[in-house]
């Protein structure tokens, strides 16, 4: 059985290329890019520069803060179709709202 490294991720790109069903060389083909290099972006070996977050982002139907910080998995589908509809400008703060009401896993 293949070890699971503890570390975490450097980024979300790997989470949401999966969830939008995507496979590295079909994303590369949206970006024009080749399978190596979304490899190489999701385990860190290579930056998400802001170049990098300015083509994978659309094409996985997110932002660049999302890409970058939130785990589509911890998402509710719901709450993400909101945040996204919100102007751009607005949507820090309707981050700020929705992680207010995320379960904080005590029981309470």
Excluded: C, Y
Excluded at 99 to 108: L, V
């Amino acid at each position: 059985m293949p070890k699971r490294s503890s570390k975490k991720p450097a980024n979300h790109l790997r989470a949401w290329r999966e969830k939008r069903g995507l496979s590295q060389e079909a994303l590369a083909q949206i970006v024009g890019t080749a399978g190596n290099v979304i490899s190489l972006l999701e385990s860190g070996d290579r930056a998400l520069s802001d170049k990098w977050l300015r083509r994978l982002a659309p094409a996985l139907g997110t932002t660049a803060g999302f890409l970058l910080d939130h785990d589509p998995g911890d998402i509710d589908a719901a709450f993400l179709d909101a945040a996204m509809a919100v102007p751009k400008e607005q949507r820090p703060q309707v981050l700020r709202i929705l992680e207010a009401f995320k379960p904080t896993g005590t029981g309470d």
